[in-house]
């Protein structure tokens, strides 16, 4: 069973469209909706505040910023606003490299250290929401050890790190308050990386239990098994083509498989790798069916330690349906303290 369900939405839509799902979320009792900030679509600072000035007690995660196209003291700063118009408990702040989209953008420094800087940036950034000052020399941004901010954060707000290879994952353990994994999570992956947080946590003398384990989890539910099945196709073969190789090294899938989807990517787009994605890449890297489907495969989520899925990108092929089906049929399944 997991500590609660929520939806990750996009920054591609209008904000309005964004907003009324998060409002909508709120009203149907889901726990959280992660916002990202993916290219150059939407300020994902925008969006929270316009969610948590509207809603009344979902929670909003920044599902990530990174440290390098913002000073990690203007994310402070950004924190500890947001934190102010609903509260600290609202708020989970998530941080982390985004290295393939500041590279596809042209935004990465000769020299940049993606790993050292985000960290440096969590250190800093957890520090100065405490209310104090950073209290060491960053190597990766200009910031004096003396540096805080101007006014007190209202309380304690948790930051959580986008992590994916197992050094930032190790990080987690050691810095963070939890973590966000990415897109087309699996099962094996999920487990994989709990044992890397593990070791983080264990190196710095702290309890990985009291660490947020959410993540994307690729979801599509329909009355029709085929039909929602069908629907996570291109996301799955886009993001196969993409993905960093630990994530499908670790996920148990075929590897072949695979191959196929990102040859055909390569040579035809996603639509071309949509058309190879075999039935076993789905069950792998998706919960794709039927709302008892769904239930069923979300189960080794939980089993493997996912504290938090948050049900992400495609919903459904009715999203409408698929939503509602989502709150009042999958989450009292899945939850352990169902009623909001």
Same mark, same amino acid.
């Given at each position: 069973?997991?500590?609660?369900?929520?939806?990750?939405?996009?920054?591609?839509?209008?904000?309005?469209?964004?907003?009324?799902?998060?409002?909508?979320?709120?009203?149907?009792?889901?726990?959280?909706?992660?916002?990202?900030? #993916?290219?150059?679509?939407?300020?994902?600072?925008?969006?929270?505040?316009?969610?948590?000035?509207t809603?009344?007690?979902?929670?909003v995660?920044?599902?990530?910023a990174?440290?390098?196209?913002?000073?990690?003291a203007?994310?402070?700063?950004?924190?500890?606003?947001?934190?102010?118009?609903?509260?600290p #408990?609202?708020?989970?702040?998530?941080?982390?490299?985004?290295?393939?989209?500041?590279?596809?953008?042209?935004?990465?420094?000769?020299?940049?250290?993606?790993?050292?800087?985000t960290?440096?940036?969590?250190?800093?950034?957890?520090?100065?929401?405490?209310?104090d000052?950073?209290?060491?020399?960053?190597?990766?941004?200009?910031?004096p050890?003396?540096?805080?901010?101007?006014?007190?954060?209202?309380?304690?707000?948790?930051?959580?790190?986008?992590?994916?290879?197992?050094?930032?994952?190790?990080?987690?353990?050691?810095?963070?308050?939890?973590?966000?994994?990415?897109?087309?999570?699996?099962?094996?992956?999920?487990?994989?990386?709990?044992?890397?947080?593990?070791?983080?946590?264990?190196?710095?003398?702290?309890?990985?239990?009291?660490?947020?384990?959410?993540?994307?989890?690729?979801?599509?539910?329909d009355r029709?098994?085929?039909?929602?099945?069908?629907?996570?196709?291109?996301?799955?073969?886009?993001?196969?083509?993409?993905?960093?190789?630990?994530?499908?090294?670790?996920s148990?899938?075929?590897?072949?498989?695979?191959?196929?989807?990102?040859?055909?990517v390569?040579?035809?787009?996603?639509?071309?790798?949509a058309?190879v994605?075999?039935?076993?890449?789905i069950?792998?890297?998706?919960?794709?069916?039927?709302?008892?489907?769904?239930?069923?495969?979300l189960?080794?989520?939980?089993?493997?330690?996912?504290?938090?899925?948050?049900?992400?990108?495609?919903?459904g092929?009715?999203?409408?349906?698929?939503?509602?089906?989502?709150?009042?049929?999958v989450?009292?399944?899945?939850?352990?303290?169902?009623?909001?």
């Open positions: 069973m997991f500590s609660g369900l929520g939806l990750s939405l996009s920054n591609e839509d209008h904000l309005g469209v964004t907003l009324a799902l998060a409002q909508r979320a709120d009203r149907l009792g889901f726990d959280e909706v992660s916002i990202p900030e #993916s290219r150059q679509h939407r300020s994902v600072f925008a969006a929270a505040a316009a969610i948590l000035a809603t009344s007690r979902i929670r995660r920044i599902g990530i990174n440290p390098l196209t913002r000073h990690p203007v994310l402070a700063m950004e924190a500890a606003t947001l934190a102010e118009i609903a509260g #408990s609202r708020l989970r702040f998530g941080l982390g490299a985004a290295e393939w989209t500041m590279k596809a953008l042209g935004y990465a420094p000769d020299g940049w250290l993606p790993f050292t800087h960290v440096e940036a969590t250190r800093a950034i957890k520090r100065l929401l405490a209310g000052d950073i209290g060491f020399e960053p190597t990766t941004f200009a910031a050890p003396t540096c805080r901010l101007d006014f007190t954060p209202a309380g304690p707000i948790a930051v959580d790190l986008g992590a994916v290879n197992g050094r930032m994952l190790e990080a987690v353990g050691e810095h963070a308050d939890g973590v966000q994994l990415g897109a087309i999570t699996s099962v094996g992956y999920t487990r994989w990386a709990l044992a890397h947080i593990a070791a983080g946590a264990a190196r710095a003398g702290r309890d990985p239990s009291l660490l947020l384990v959410s993540a994307n989890v690729l979801t599509s539910v029709d098994r085929r039909a929602a099945r069908l629907a996570v196709r291109e996301v799955l073969a886009y993001y196969l083509w993409r993905v960093e190789g630990v994530v499908v090294d670790e148990g899938a075929d590897l072949e498989a695979v191959a196929a989807v990102r040859r055909a390569a040579d035809g787009g996603v639509a071309a790798g058309a994605v075999a039935d076993s890449l069950d792998s890297f998706a919960v794709a069916g039927t709302v008892e489907d769904v239930v069923a495969q189960a080794p989520f939980a089993a493997a330690g996912l504290a938090l899925p948050l049900a992400w990108y495609t919903f092929p009715d999203p409408e349906w698929a939503i509602e089906a989502l709150a009042g049929d989450r009292p399944a899945v939850v352990t303290l169902v009623p909001r």
